[in-house]
């Protein structure tokens, strides 16, 4: 290799050693190549990222990526010469990884299911490996199609209780905006709405482990009836011995409230019916000690009318509160 020829490299050459299709004598000259120089080196390191980067079965089953070299190649070079300035071969590599990046990220997207429910009903799921889910209202998960043959990971937003299949083999994974939980088999609930600023866990039954995705090591072990929750604003993990029963009152119907502020009562009853409720600051700090039980909106909010001398319209898709306060 000339001292010019040493600043160039044959396409089809570096196709070939990229696909680890070349043999040793072609691996030498572009070894060769790489040391000749800092610049050689660092070159070929962005090209072989860019290269990485589309996914083996984008190349299989997308493009034939030698082909795309030749295609451009007869565009752009006479027929009976096949090299190029490096900066020119990094050019051709990012646009074909990028055509190839399309095409993989369309068959991963694709690959892709995602289940959701809407504003105001909750939605029952039984996933691949027979675990069940209970969406609550404005929530999604979504999960590869082959879940639960090589790994049982998805993806949150929203609200969602599960009973999980236990397999030791196949840890259950949820990803839940910075947060991450895994367990084996166990039933817990997962509230991870955009709009929050924290990440809560309520433990039914069994053991979840609770940690952020980008420090691993930051995590908390979770047990029955504990809470965990990850604030996503100071990024930290809290944990709450005794858990709040009304965190899953959405899936039971059952709310306990004992000397709570008015505010309080009516986030749970907002997250429980999915209605949007405004009240008066003139009644927001009135406390009340009941309990509901599998009851729909209109007897619970009987109940509160007249035990907080409370005045409740409705007025299209809101329903506002208020009255005179309470001593």
Not at 20 to 25: M, Q
Not at 85 to 105: E, K, N, S
Not at 231 to 247: G, L, M, S
Request: proline share 3%.
């Amino acid at each position: 290799m000339s001292n010019n020829e040493q600043h160039i490299v044959p396409i089809e050459l570096l196709t070939k050693f990229l696909a680890g299709e070349a043999n040793a004598e072609e691996q030498m000259l572009v070894k060769k190549w790489k040391d000749h120089s800092d610049e050689n080196l660092k070159e070929f390191n962005a090209i072989q990222k860019l290269w990485n980067q589309t996914e083996t079965a984008a190349r299989k089953e997308t493009i034939d990526i030698n082909a795309e070299w030749d295609r451009m190649l007869d565009a752009i070079t006479p027929a009976k010469t096949r090299t190029l300035p490096i900066m020119r071969i990094v050019q051709i590599a990012a646009a074909i990884i990028i055509i190839t990046g399309l095409a993989f990220l369309g068959i991963k997207q694709s690959q892709i299911q995602t289940l959701k429910s809407t504003f105001a009903k909750t939605e029952t799921i039984e996933l691949p490996d027979g675990t069940i889910v209970s969406l609550n209202a404005k929530s999604k998960i979504s999960y590869p199609k082959d879940f639960g043959i090589a790994s049982r990971e998805l993806t949150l937003k929203g609200e969602a209780f599960f009973e999980v299949t236990k397999n030791k083999e196949l840890p259950f994974i949820v990803n839940a905006h910075e947060a991450k939980i895994e367990v084996v088999g166990t039933r817990f609930n997962v509230r991870a709405y955009k709009k929050q600023t924290q990440i809560k866990v309520t433990v039914t039954q069994g053991t979840v482990k609770l940690s952020e995705k980008k420090q691993p090591t930051k995590k908390t072990i979770l047990t029955a009836g504990e809470t965990g929750t990850y604030d996503r604003q100071v990024k930290a993990i809290k944990k709450k011995p005794v858990a709040d029963k009304n965190d899953i009152s959405w899936k039971t119907l059952e709310m306990h409230f004992s000397n709570s502020p008015l505010t309080e009562v009516i986030a749970v009853i907002q997250n429980t019916y999915h209605m949007e409720i405004i009240i008066s600051d003139s009644v927001k700090d009135c406390t009340i000690t009941v309990d509901f039980q599998n009851q729909d909106l209109a007897s619970v909010l009987k109940v509160l009318k007249s035990t907080l001398d409370l005045t409740i319209r409705k007025d299209g898709d809101k329903l506002y509160i208020s009255g005179a306060g309470c001593r």
